[in-house]
C-alpha cells in the first residue's frame, strides 16, 4: 500500500506492526511534534525533548508487534509519553545536587553576591528587550504578574499551548543571552528556580 494512503491509523499501526518502516516514519511525522512540545514543557530543554520522542518511538518499533492488538492509539501514546517523562523528571530530580542549599542565604546576603544579584537583573532586562513582543509579554505576565497560562492566553486572545510555547521560546532565548554575556551569572541562574 503506498505511503500516500495510510490515512487510517489503524490500517497505519497494523502497517507498522509487521515491520513497514515507511508506516513507521509517517507515524513519526504525524504524531513526534505533538509528543515533542508536550515534552519540552515538562523538561524545557529542546535537546532533552528531542531525546525523549525519540526514545517513545525507538520503544514504539521494538514493540511493533503490539501495535496491532492497541484499540485506542492516542491513549496508548500518552501512557507512553507520560511514563517516560516521569522517568526523564524522577532522573533530574535525583541527580539535583542539595549539598549547597544550607549555605544559600549566607550566600545570596553577602556584598559580592547582591552585586552579582543587580548584574543579572539588568542583564535578565536587556534579555527581556531582545525578545519579539507576544514572548515579552507572555513571560512577564507569567513571571512578574504571576498570571497562569490560560489566564495569560485569555488576555491576549492566544491558546495556551501558544502561551507555553512563547515562555519555552522566551526562556531558551533569555538563558543563551545570559550565558553570552556573563558566563558566571548564567552558571549560577540555571541552578537557581527562578524560572519554574
Known sequence: MPLQNLHNETELLKHVAIGDEQAFQQLIYQYSQRIFFHALTFVKSWQEAEEIVQDIFLRVWQNRDKLSKVEDWDNYLFILSRNFLIN???????????????????????????????????????ALHQLPEQKRMVFEMIHHEGLSQEEVGRKIGIATRTVRWNLVSAINVIKDFLHKHSDTLYVWLISLPIFF
Open 88 to 126: 526523564a523528571m524522577q532522573k533530574k530530580a535525583w541527580s539535583f545536587d542539595h549539598s549547597n542549599c544550607d549555605d544559600f542565604e549566607d550566600t545570596v546576603l553577602r556584598p559580592d553576591a547582591q552585586y552579582a544579584n543587580k548584574e543579572l537583573a539588568l542583564l535578565l532586562q536587556k
